[in-house]
């Protein structure tokens, strides 16, 4: 030590002399191996996420009896119920439930981790089961400090654990390090909470199904030092409730309904007196409100077509707050609407959303807005990282300013950021997407999807989009509202007049690094392709307009590349090679997963 050193003068201390290099910069294994959690997890599915900053929570002094009872039974530790199964009907106040939950148990410490399920939000990823166990293991990591290691370790000898089934990832990543930990613990602790919210929103069925079954039997394993409980939210969809009904998980999974037991109207009258009155004293036409406003009997029309939905109010609260229009005025417009009584059991929201899109000043625009922006809840598959303010306005041929503008009428149901469109409520695709209850507000209307795909063969032919553009709607957007299209005018076809399919496959592959090598993207170009095949032997059979003769050779070039790339085993029968669309055919089956 210190052997070429000269004139060193040190007072006490303690050495160690210490052979060989040492890196101080050596990255801890509980850091590696959480850094492989990383490109997993959805951090917008966590009740913090910045994209959630405003998302609904319990009103002050509402829902008192339901949150007492949750964390009553979280409190118990004699209780062998380890999950709950929260449900109840859209708009009935699950998710702000949950959240305040979330927002209560973290204050406590008791919070490890929690999954917002969301098929609106911007990040398809949130709809997505891949991504759960990930999402919920990264904060368990971050909130119970003793078993980052752990976790990190079980990532660092096996790193294709998430190519694993659902079971094997929960008792890998959760279950067996709280096992471990707990041995090591010798005072027990009062359960901590797993939230699992808006399980229907979840795009895989199947899935929703094997989430609870493998959750509610992991939870039911933690039973030790550590205790844990889960708390599901979702709507009674009919395969979920299955689940939850399976005799093999009742010992161990309690239901709470929200329904009429727990009398939702005192609390809607406490949530809209109070936020009407913040309107009436915040309004900037406050100074001709009269301090009565609204009247008792006003508060109680309300209540009354709330029927028990918090997202009723909470839009007619919206809507009346806007500075666009006088309080009183859109009050009484509210209460003198009439709903469809053959439309049950949401006919007041869906007067209520009927009224402000019959209000706006294009309801077709604004449509054919809202029906890009649902892609992702039809088919998911838009890329979260693309600017869908621009990419809408080059796809209608509007600027950015443009498309928010229009949808400057809908402000009470719909957020507009610098990028993106966000739906306020689940409700909204489900009006939007049912024709009975939507009528002429049917976003996926026969018309409405044939002007967008007309759209997307205009823009790609003028090279209106940028290459990575390009590739998101050829391997998406076409193949989207070509499945979406039940009868294609010959609007349709003349649109293929001008279109260079040969040049757009070579961009799309340019950017996508080829088209056939997602499941998604190879299901998309599938219904591209079909599509193309039933128009073109309709419009011999029918005599209308043919698609180009042009466009059917480009396309047999590409066919005929991509037979050649498919499998060496995968034999082309010889009576196919004349046939181009008996070989898209075979090319469609050979590169979708159905």
């Not at 796809?395 to 009470?412: E, P």
């Not at 050649?564 to 090319?587: C, G, H, R, T, V």
Request: aromatic letters at 8%.
């Amino acid at each position: 030590m210190f052997s070429r050193g000269s004139n060193l003068l040190i007072n006490g201390g303690v050495f160690h002399h210490i052979e060989g290099n040492l890196n101080v910069g050596a990255q801890p294994i509980a850091d590696k191996g959480i850094e492989l959690l990383i490109s997993k997890v959805v951090a917008g599915a966590f009740h913090t996420a910045d994209e959630n900053y405003d998302a609904p929570k319990c009103h002050p002094n509402t829902r008192v009896a339901i949150l007492d009872e949750i964390m009553a039974w979280l409190d118990d530790t004699n209780d062998t119920h380890r999950a709950m199964w929260m449900r109840g009907a859209a708009g009935a106040g699950k998710s702000a439930i949950a959240r305040t939950i979330a927002q209560m148990c973290d204050e406590q410490g008791r919070l490890s981790a929690s999954f917002f399920f969301s098929r609106t939000a911007s990040d398809v990823r949130r709809s997505d089961e891949r991504y759960l166990v990930a999402t919920l293991a990264y904060q368990m990591a971050e909130n119970i400090p003793e078993i980052r290691q752990r976790i990190s370790t079980a990532l660092l000898s096996n790193r294709f654990i998430f190519d694993l089934g659902l079971d094997a990832q929960i008792y890998k990543l959760i279950v067996t390090p709280l096992a471990q930990l707990s041995e090591s613990c010798s005072i027990s602790i009062l359960p901590k909470l797993i939230i699992i919210d808006g399980l229907d929103e979840c795009h895989n069925k199947d899935a929703q199904n094997a989430i609870v079954n493998a959750f509610v039997a992991a939870i039911a394993r933690i039973n030790h030092n550590l205790p844990h409980k889960l708390l599901i939210a979702s709507r009674p969809e009919q395969n979920i409730q299955s689940a939850c009904g399976d005799r093999d998980l009742s010992p161990f999974l309690r239901q709470l309904p929200l329904d009429d037991s727990w009398k939702p109207d005192n609390d809607i009258r406490r949530f809209l007196v109070d936020n009407l009155a913040k309107i009436r004293d915040t309004h900037p036409l406050r100074n001709i409100i009269p301090l009565d406003w609204p009247p008792p009997c006003d508060i109680d029309k309300l209540v009354k077509k709330s029927s028990g939905q918090f997202i009723y109010a909470a839009t007619v609260s919206k809507y009346i707050k806007s500075p666009r229009q006088h309080p009183l005025e859109s009050l009484r417009t509210i209460i003198e609407l009439v709903k469809d009584p053959k439309n049950r059991p949401y006919a007041e929201l869906d007067a209520l959303y009927t009224y402000i899109f019959a209000s706006t000043e294009d309801s077709d625009l604004v449509l054919q807005i809202l029906r890009i922006h649902l892609m992702p809840v039809v088919t998911p598959i838009v890329d979260s990282r693309i600017d869908e303010i621009d990419f809408i306005g080059r796809l209608l041929d509007l600027g950015a300013g443009k498309v928010k503008l229009a949808l400057t009428d809908i402000s009470s149901i719909v957020e507009i950021t610098s990028s993106q469109i966000k739906f306020l409520h689940a409700s909204l695709p489900d009006f939007l997407l049912d024709e009975t209850r939507a009528g002429r507000f049917y976003a996926n209307s026969n018309s409405i999807c044939v002007h967008l795909f007309c759209r997307c063969l205009l823009c790609i032919s003028e090279y209106k989009f940028p290459g990575g553009h390009s590739y998101v709607i050829f391997n998406n957007v076409f193949g989207h509202f070509a499945e979406s299209i039940r009868e294609a005018p010959s609007e349709i076809h003349a649109a293929f007049s001008d279109f260079d399919i040969k040049a757009s496959l070579k961009v799309a592959s340019k950017f996508g690094g080829g088209l056939i090598k997602s499941n998604v993207k190879r299901r998309n170009m599938a219904s591209f392709l079909r599509f193309i095949l039933r128009e073109h032997r309709k419009s011999s059979s029918f005599r209308t307009p043919p698609i180009p003769l042009k466009v059917i050779g480009q396309l047999q070039e590409w066919i005929s590349d991509q037979l050649q790339k498919l499998p060496l085993d995968m034999a082309i029968p010889n009576y196919l090679e004349s046939d181009p669309f008996a070989k898209s055919s075979l090319l469609c089956f050979a590169t979708s997963n159905y």
